[in-house]
C-alpha cells in the first residue's frame, strides 16, 4: 500500500509544470556557465589562481571538464535549495488547499502511512534534480573541454587530483549533497503541514535557511556553541571529499548531522499531521 502511495505521490509531482522549472533553470544556468567559460575560461583560471602566480608555475590549462563541473557545482548547489522547496513545500498544503486532503485519507492508507509517501516523493524528487545537475555538470562538461587532473583551491592552498580519482569523489559529494538537500525537502514538506497554502512553506524554508547561513557566518561567541548543529553549516559538506586527505572524520559527523535533523523534522511533520483539521 505504501509503495503504491508512494508512486501516486511521484506522479503528482511530475504532473505539476512547477516541478520543471528545477531542471529547465539548471540547464539554462549550467548552459550560461558552459559557454562562458569556453569563451573566456583561460582568463577565469588566471583571476582565481592569481595569488598562487608567484609560488608556482603551471605548464599546459588547468581548465577542463573535471574543473568546469566542480566549478558549476560550487556555483548551482547553493541555490537548488529554492529549486526543492518550490514543489515540496507543496505536497500537503496544495492538497490542503485543493480539498483533496480529505479524499486521500478516506483510503485505507493512514494518515502516518500518506505523509511518509510524500516524504518519499520529496525525496526522490531531490534525488532527482539532483542527478540532472550531476549530467550536465560531470558529464556534459567533460564531453566538451575533456578530462585531466582537477585542482583545487584550499585553505591549505592549491590541491592536484589525479584523473582517476576525480569521478568517484564527485559520486561521494552527490551523496553528501543529497543529504544536505533532502533536509531542505523534509523541512519544507513539515512546514506545508502546518498550512494550507504554498506560499507559507516555500518562503518559511527560504527564510529558516537566511536565518541560519547568517547565524553561521556572523562571528558573534553567542552562536559558536549552536553553529555545529545547524543543517546550513553542513550544506557544503561535499566540498570537503575534493580535499586530500579527506577529513572523513568532518563528513561523518555532517552526515549523522543531517540525518537527525531528518528524523526531527520528520517526527514533527507527523505529530502535526496526525492533528491536523482535514474537515475545515
Not at 520543471?20 to 569563451?39: E, K, P, S, W
Not at 522547496?85 to 507543496?90: E, I, K, P, R, S
Not at 560531470?138 to 582537477?150: A, E, K, N
Not at 592549491?158 to 559520486?171: A, K, M, T, W
Amino acid at each position: 500500500m505504501w509503495w503504491t502511495a508512494l508512486r501516486n505521490e511521484s506522479v503528482k509531482i511530475l504532473a505539476k509544470p512547477r516541478s520543471y522549472l528545477g531542471f529547465l533553470a539548471i540547464t539554462l544556468l549550467v548552459g550560461v556557465i558552459l559557454l562562458a567559460l569556453a569563451l573566456d575560461g583561460k582568463s577565469y583560471i588566471e583571476f582565481v589562481t592569481s595569488s598562487l602566480q608567484q609560488s608556482l608555475t603551471v605548464e599546459g590549462s588547468m581548465l577542463n571538464g573535471y574543473l568546469v563541473g566542480f566549478i558549476v557545482l560550487q556555483m548551482l548547489v547553493v541555490h537548488l535549495p529554492l529549486l526543492v522547496a518550490l514543489v515540496t513545500g507543496d505536497l500537503v498544503s496544495g492538497e490542503a488547499a485543493m480539498g483533496t486532503l480529505r479524499n486521500l485519507l478516506t483510503r485505507p492508507l493512514s494518515r502516518r502511512g500518506l505523509l511518509l509517501s510524500k516524504y518519499g516523493a520529496a525525496a526522490v524528487y531531490t534525488l532527482v534534480l539532483l542527478l540532472w545537475l550531476g549530467i550536465m555538470a560531470v558529464l556534459v562538461s567533460p564531453w566538451i573541454f575533456g578530462v585531466g587532473d582537477l585542482a583545487v583551491l584550499s585553505n591549505e592552498g592549491l590541491q592536484i587530483l589525479p584523473s582517476e580519482e576525480v569521478l568517484p569523489r564527485f559520486l561521494q559529494a552527490f551523496g553528501v549533497a543529497f543529504a544536505a538537500l533532502y533536509t531542505v525537502a523534509c523541512l519544507s514538506v513539515t512546514l506545508s503541514c502546518f498550512a494550507d497554502n504554498s506560499i507559507g512553506p516555500i518562503v518559511g524554508t527560504m527564510a529558516t535557511i537566511m536565518v541560519f547561513t547568517l547565524i553561521g557566518t556572523l562571528d558573534v561567541a553567542l552562536f559558536d556553541q549552536v553553529r555545529p548543529f545547524l543543517f546550513t553549516t553542513h550544506m557544503a559538506a561535499w566540498r570537503s571529499l575534493f580535499l586530500d586527505p579527506v577529513p572523513w572524520g568532518d563528513i561523518l559527523f555532517s552526515m549523522v548531522l543531517l540525518g537527525a535533523h531528518w528524523v526531527l523534522l520528520i517526527g514533527i511533520g507527523l505529530w502535526t499531521f496526525e492533528r491536523k483539521d482535514i474537515l475545515t
